[in-house]
């Protein structure tokens, strides 16, 4: 041991008498060359796209409670997934259930009773008390939830009912002083806009406010009639996406903020595209994705009919995922192979992920899930060429709906023969956002705008959109960020205010400097910059996302 004081040259020091032995240099290279690779297989593997998250349940799926039937998924925050369907109340009736797993697969204790509860709301409606069940669930930033669903009397008979509830599972009383709404007919989907609540009913969109009064900017009165809407996604510049099935087609449609048809999208704000010309065929949509850039996919399934039976009936069903461009126009079946109808679109807002099995139309075959862009071509950074197949035992699976969060993907799934309700969790990213695990997203980590695991929802990057006009008389939009990198490459849009719907003046993304040029000689008028909405429909805006109005008075 040396002692104190003493000097160490930075040459290896050697005994006088000691012969020095150095080994060639192309040996010390192959040793470093062996280290290095030792240590690269012992280090843990970082899961690559569309593999299995083996730190949900331990092999990426988890068990649901016995006896329920789930019908919908979402996304909460930290992690969490929310399940809603129905559950018996013991006898033969079925209840409104609602169900938390944690970012580990476990029922989250602090929601309901041991992770989930349940609600009759046909008692509201009925006597005597009749089945009722959620279709749809929604999840804000803050954890607040909403559900649409329906109670019916016999075959004949139905109400539909929003419920609002508190992040602990408990109604939320400042939603129409009960915190649930009946309607005439049955909710099959919900959306949260920011505080206002949004809801597809029949041929209608409902839109409420946060106490549950009806919204009257929208449409009015607060809800939108004669309007295809079994589906319902939040588009761009507030708009709200619909989609609706009929007996051999689907139904595409789009709506402003204010609940008006856009005359931007098919002329008069809807469009319809038959997707099989055999007689009798039903066509049921099951879920919808919405780009960046306004691009729309529609899962749905054509049951052929069959000729068995006393009145026939539908025997073979197969999927299909039906696209349209931003403005409208319809271009039909846009994915080969498809594996399913479960769609939801990718956190990028350039590709969407189908989630179904590998034998489609039949029961039995592995869970698939793929990454495709909107032209229906595989993202073949994904899994193997673009899908990721997922065995569970020798069952094969089905998956029914998608939950989308930065870095996973959740499935709702059922296993076949045994008919057993499951999650699955995806990896999207190979890598976490935190990188060094501080729970804090800063100059150590990789910028991710895109979604957070923050109570808020928002990301935990801040940014501030900016709309300036040089001494050129130039407007430009620019990001600024507490984070280096995380203004460039960003998504920016600038408006012009207009009467009614606001007019889109240019898109683009910003530049390694994170300014995007708008235009040379601006027209008169009041302009706003918006970045491209990143969090999931539900989180609404988040600070900072929209420049203050930049007023041109002079060409």
């Known amino acids: 041991m040396p002692k104190a004081g003493t000097r160490f040259s930075s040459k290896s020091e050697t005994a006088p008498d000691a012969p020095v032995r150095c080994l060639p240099r192309v040996m010390r290279r192959l040793l470093m060359t062996a280290f290095l690779a030792a240590l690269a297989s012992a280090a843990p593997a970082h899961a690559a796209p569309g593999d299995l998250d083996e730190a949900f349940s331990g092999d990426g799926f988890a068990d649901l409670e016995s006896g329920v039937r789930p019908n919908a998924i979402a996304a909460g925050p930290l992690g969490t997934t929310l399940v809603a369907g129905s559950a018996s109340d013991g006898s033969s009736l079925d209840e409104i259930w609602i169900a ?8 989250d204790s602090s929601f309901g009773q041991s992770g989930s509860v349940r609600y009759d709301v046909s008692a509201l409606i009925w006597s005597p008390q009749t089945d009722s069940l959620a279709n749809a ?17 016999g075959f004949e008979e139905e109400r539909g009912v929003v419920m609002r509830l508190r992040p602990d599972g408990s109604l939320d009383p400042d939603f129409d002083g009960d915190g649930i709404i009946t309607l005439d007919r049955d909710v099959s989907d919900v959306e949260l806009d920011g505080s206002r609540v949004l809801a597809a009913s029949g041929e209608a969109v409902w839109a409420w406010l946060a106490d549950g009064t009806p919204d009257p900017s929208f449409d009015g009165d607060g809800h939108a009639d004669a309007v295809p809407a079994s589906q319902l996604e939040l588009g761009g510049g507030g708009s709200i996406v619909l989609g609706a099935h009929g007996e051999k087609s689907v139904t595409f449609g789009r709506l402003d903020a204010n609940g008006q048809p856009d005359r931007g999208f098919a002329g008069d704000g809807s469009t319809e595209t038959e997707i099989h010309d055999i007689p009798l065929v039903d066509a049921g949509l099951q879920s919808m994705a919405v780009g960046g850039d306004g691009e729309i996919a529609l899962g749905a399934q054509i049951c052929f009919p069959t000729t068995t039976g006393p009145s026939g009936g539908f025997g073979y069903c197969v999927p299909t995922v039906q696209g349209a461009t931003p403005s409208g126009e319809v271009l039909g079946h846009i994915v080969e192979d498809v594996p399913g109808w479960a769609v939801a679109t990718d956190p990028s807002g350039e590709a969407f992920l189908v989630g179904g099995d590998r034998s489609p139309g039949r029961y039995g075959g ?14 073949p950074s ?14 094969g699976g089905k998956i029914i709906e998608l939950a989308v969060e930065t870095q996973r993907v959740s499935a709702l799934l059922y296993t076949y023969p045994a008919g057993e309700a499951k999650l699955a969790r995806f990896e999207l990213d ?60 960003e998504r920016l849009a600038v408006y012009r205010r207009q009467r009614g719907r606001d007019e889109l003046v240019q898109r683009g993304r910003t530049t390694r400097s994170s300014v995007m040029d708008v235009a040379r000689n601006p027209a008169r008028g009041a302009y706003y910059a918006v970045a491209k909405r990143h ?19 002079r060409a």
């Open 382 to 395: 994904f899994g193997r060429e673009g899908t990721a197949i997922a065995y569970y035992g020798l069952e």
């Open 430 to 489: 190979g890598e976490p956002p935190d990188a060094d695990a501080d729970r804090h997203l800063d100059t150590e980590d990789r910028c991710d705008l895109y979604f957070s695991r923050s109570p808020s929802g928002c990301p935990a990057v801040p940014r501030t959109v900016h709309l300036r006009r040089n001494d050129r008389g130039e407007l430009y939009a620019f990001l600024s960020s507490a984070v280096e990198r995380c203004e460039q490459n």
């Open 535 to 553: 969090l999931k429909t539900e989180a609404g805006r988040c600070a900072g996302d929209r420049s203050r109005v930049k007023v041109v008075d």
């Open 366 to 379: 592995p869970i698939a899930l793929s990454r495709n862009r909107f032209d229906g071509s595989y993202d």
């Open 137 to 153: 669930v929604a999840v804000g930033p803050d954890g607040s939830i909403v559900l649409g669903g329906e109670t019916r009397q």
């Open 100 to 107: 938390r797993y944690t970012a580990s697969g476990e029922p």
